[in-house]
């Protein structure tokens, strides 16, 4: 049926999953032929992908509200994206790896955030929420490109060999004791052999997309790591330093960064996406601290990281102003120079107890986007981290291993469109963005935690499997159907994504090893949460674009995504950090359980 939720079928020349034998396993390998998977990566999409939004059956389900249903609707307003905030980053999914996503998307709320951005700089932000909301909500943009079905040469994916990325996680600890300073060496010495064994079981998949192999392996290392990261968070706490935060760090993904090997984007006209400041990391540079010395290194440690987000807010709050030098003189230059003082203060604390630590004043020089983007030197350890963020990775393919400097960079988003690899174009700005936390029509909600992460879709249903893909494609006027292809949508319509969140919470995380566990879809028909999961305000968020008619009827709008999706529409997602204070949470609560309606 089109529209319908996860694909089960062949439709024209798009396939998402052949069945095949493949070795003694039976693996389920994707077959390039069109769209999401054929063979190359291209900036066009296919013309399949595209339908009259007329020929979609209704598909949406209408529970029935229950006796104790929660009625109400809290409507947030924070814009359009007019302040251009575009990053590469996916702080939800990826945590730590700059450049994650290989594709842009749109950010508003938050202004701060980042792939690295703690989240008590998160709640300090600035925000485009007109309310004071500091949550981020971000998205995969759209463009136009009227280049495309002109012959463009597609880059084939040949002999790429795909490669497992993890975040780093020496530089998301806090200071580590040097009573546990040994044990958490070798713990993240075998992060990079679990990283290294992941990519030497990948070369079985060279130039093709084995859904089940990526399975396995991921499946496999998510276990190793999961296991060790939790010793790691042990070993720490009965030193007396305890991390949090670790469990966002278990989940790694596939790339096949090689398809963006002969891409050739728009010279470097214009900086990159939302530009911020470059610093290198401090966490993993310090020797082992004396246990006295603790709590003020920790201290400022997290001033280092609220200082780097204070200078990235500002270069997006003040974007275009002062002259071409403003950027490096009124907020670089200030910028390094708190961090001196931070340094030395650091220094001193751990001095008063042990050997001073040498040449931390060296990490205080901070670049405007002048880092690399691609592989990561160094690993979970000692590693020169090459001028990023405190406590991020530099962001490239390989998130805990040392191998060999890892691969070529990617390029920075580039030109005045912020182009990346195959994602080419106009980017078309959201004529409005309507955020709603929405009740539930079986049960009265329970307020969400503050940093819960959330998101909704699948970035990679091609290399991953469907399983958690979403149709959100619709037109204005056709709020009773959803497909998982673009719209053509009639005259005086506009084309839109309907994207719904999670409604149900364990009542106890507010992130799991695989992002999703954490989090359910209520039952569609009734409302009902599983067993175990409690209601929650269910956030929607609805997006609807001005795309002419005749840019629809040509296939000449796409999503951005990664270079083996190729613009697949069902590859459509959406996350959001919640940042609301408690407060206003139980005020959202309320206004649901109340059956109002509110903003």
Not at 103 to 132: E, K, M, Q, Y
Not at 322 to 341: D, E
Not at 571 to 599: P, T, W, Y
Request: glycine share 12%; hydrophobic share 35%.
């Amino acid at each position: 049926m089109a529209g319908s939720g996860k694909r089960r079928r062949v439709r024209g020349s798009r396939v998402v999953a052949v069945v095949a034998a493949v070795g003694a396993v039976g693996a389920l390998t994707v077959t390039f032929v069109s769209g999401g998977g054929r063979g190359s990566a291209s900036a066009e999409a296919n013309l399949n992908d595209f339908v009259p939004i007329e020929r979609v059956a209704a598909n949406v389900p209408t529970p029935r509200p229950g006796p104790n249903a929660s009625r109400g609707v809290f409507t947030v307003d924070c814009g359009t994206n007019r302040n251009g905030k575009f990053s590469p980053d996916n702080p939800v999914a990826q945590p730590g790896i700059r450049n994650g996503a290989e594709h842009l998307h749109d950010f508003v709320g938050n202004l701060a955030i980042d792939a690295n951005t703690p989240d008590a700089v998160l709640a300090a932000s600035g925000t485009t929420c007109r309310n004071g909301d500091r949550s981020s909500y971000f998205w995969p943009v759209v463009r136009i490109d009227k280049s495309v079905r002109a012959g463009l040469d597609p880059q084939a994916l040949g002999a790429v060999q795909p490669t497992v990325s993890c975040p780093r996680v020496a530089d998301r600890l806090p200071a580590v004791p040097a009573s546990a300073r040994d044990g958490v060496r070798r713990d993240l010495a075998a992060l990079d052999r679990q990283l290294a064994s992941a990519n030497g079981r990948m070369a079985a998949s060279r130039g093709r997309i084995d859904q089940r192999l990526n399975q396995s392996v991921l499946g496999a290392l998510r276990a190793e790591r999961a296991e060790t990261i939790k010793r790691i968070s042990r070993t720490m706490s009965g030193a007396g330093s305890r991390p949090r935060g670790l469990v966002s760090l278990v989940d790694c993904e596939v790339s096949y960064d090689g398809l963006h090997a002969t891409h050739s984007a728009a010279p470097a006209t214009a900086s990159g996406a939302s530009p911020g400041v470059r610093c290198p990391s401090v966490r993993d540079k310090l020797p082992g601290v004396p246990a006295s010395a603790l709590d003020e290194v920790n201290r400022n440690l997290d001033l280092l990281d609220q200082q780097i987000a204070e200078a990235n807010e500002r270069l997006v709050t003040t974007k275009g102003q002062g002259g071409p030098n403003f950027a490096l003189n009124a907020i670089v230059g200030p910028l390094q120079s708190k961090r001196v003082a931070t340094l030395d203060r650091i220094a001193i604390a751990i001095g008063r107890t042990a050997p001073r630590p040498q040449g931390l004043e060296a990490l205080a020089a901070c670049a405007l986007d002048e880092r690399p983007v691609g592989g990561q030197p160094g690993g979970n350890g000692e590693g020169d981290n090459n001028g990023n963020g405190d406590n991020g990775n530099n962001g490239g393919n390989n998130g805990n291993g040392n191998n060999d400097g890892g691969d070529k960079p990617l390029p920075e988003p580039q030109g005045p469109n912020l182009e990346l690899p195959n994602n080419t174009g106009r980017i078309v700005q959201p004529s409005k963005v309507l955020i709603e936390y929405r009740g539930n029509p079986g049960a009265k909600v329970t307020p969400m935690p503050r940093f819960l992460r959330a998101l909704t879709g699948d970035a990679k249903p091609t290399s991953r499997g469907p399983a958690n893909a979403r149709a959100t494609w619709t037109c204005s006027g056709f709020a009773d159907r959803l497909s998982d292809r673009y719209p053509i949508c009639p005259d005086g319509s506009q084309v839109m994504r309907v994207q719904d969140f999670p409604g149900c919470w364990d009542g106890r995380n507010t992130d799991s090893e695989n992002h999703r566990a954490h989090l359910a879809f209520a039952d569609p028909a009734t409302g009902a949460c599983p067993q175990g999961f409690v209601a929650i305000p269910q956030l929607r968020i609805s997006i609807a674009y001005d795309i002419p008619r005749a840019v629809q009827l040509r296939g000449q709008y796409a999503l951005d995504s990664f270079p083996e999706e190729n613009h697949n529409p069902f590859s459509d997602h959406n996350d959001f950090v919640n940042v609301n204070s408690d407060k206003q949470m139980r005020k959202i609560a309320a206004c649901l359980n109340e059956g109002r309606r509110c903003s």
